[in-house]
């Protein structure tokens, strides 16, 4: 599996971004600036004799902005394989989300939200006391809690899936999307309100191991207030994907699947990453064949992209 990785726009530079990614063997988070305008000229990260770390891989990063301060999200172990996994903060500074048992996990699935007043909720799997199928676990950092505040217990994720949420700042709830494809070979979402199950019928291609990645962008209209949500994910010939949804109350409208057929060919083992400035989209992911890392594919957001009539372009049939 290729390193965890996560981007965020930069705090200060809007032609930039700040992508994070953990560093090899080391354990320990890498940061690299990329910019916008030419993604190709930056400066790649070099290890110049870092000690060892605790993030644990396969897992995943996640960065979130608690009060403008960019703050990475990890899984992290101490050195002894066996040893129990917590969910951590690992940047700006290292320190578990908790103590006890509720930051614990053993599967490599993360997510994160927040809001403007400094509450991130950091989403991941465990098993229920007593259960035999795992939940999305909800927990709120806010420097108080010590348990989590939700367990979706109408969740079914699959044990190895990966996940993504955003936070729709007019109704202040959160979305985490994530795949079940032991039964359904679908993606589904889940609501912090409802907090009921739903799939999204137009991801039937996702690919069981898919990377998933996700942007959002506010804006309103005559029915008030809605969210745009970009979910990108891999399909069975490792194309990128993309299906938009509009949420508004507690709800998510989903539209037609696209292929992107102007993106690279996805590496089957690579994860994905996504940020947006509110008019483009940019995913990072590894291309397949590529031995240079992450690097951005753009796409301009699009008002089509809202409609049951966006049909599927037709896909490629060939790997180059």
């Keep these: 599996m290729a390193a965890p990785v996560t981007v965020i726009n ?59 301060v960019p703050t990475v999200y990890g899984i992290t172990q101490p050195g002894v394989s066996d040893q129990a996994k917590y969910v951590s903060t690992v940047s700006p500074v290292f320190n578990p989300i908790a103590s006890g048992p509720g930051a614990l996990t053993d599967k490599p699935g993360l997510a994160a939200c927040s809001d403007e007043d400094g509450n991130d909720w950091v989403y991941y799997l465990q098993l229920p006391t007593g259960g035999s199928a795992y939940q999305v676990t909800e927990f709120l950092v806010d420097g108080n809690n010590t348990t989590p505040n939700i367990q979706y217990s109408a969740s079914t994720p699959s044990p190895g899936t990966n996940m993504v949420a955003v936070y729709f700042k007019a109704t202040k709830d959160r979305f985490i999307m994530y ?66 949804g509009r949420a508004s109350g507690t709800a998510i409208r989903w539209y037609q699947n696209t292929v992107l057929t102007g993106a690279a060919n996805m590496k089957a083992t690579t994860l994905m990453t996504a940020t947006t400035d509110g008019t483009k989209v ?33 896909p490629r049939h060939d790997k180059s």
Excluded: C
């Design 10 to 68: 930069h705090p200060t530079d809007p032609n930039s971004h700040l992508l994070f990614f953990l560093n090899g063997t080391k354990q320990q988070l890498a940061m690299e600036v990329r910019p916008v305008i030419a993604p190709q000229q930056y400066t790649p990260f070099v290890n110049n004799g870092v000690n060892q770390g605790v993030i644990a891989n396969p897992s995943s990063l996640v960065a979130v902005y608690k009060k403008g």
């Design 179 to 244: 795949s079940n494809t032991e039964k359904r070979k679908l993606l589904y979402w889940i609501n912090s309100t409802d907090q009921s199950q739903n799939s999204i019928m137009s991801t039937a291609s996702v690919n069981p191991s898919s990377p998933l990645a996700v942007a959002s962008v506010e804006g309103s209209d005559s029915n008030g207030p809605y969210l745009n949500i970009f979910l990108y994910y891999m399909d069975g010939n490792q194309f990128l994907n993309r299906v938009a």
């Design 282 to 314: 940019y995913v990072y992911y590894i291309k397949d064949g590529s031995t240079s890392g992450y690097a951005p594919y753009s796409e301009t957001i699009q008002s089509g992209w809202f409609t049951d009539k966006e049909k599927e372009n037709v």
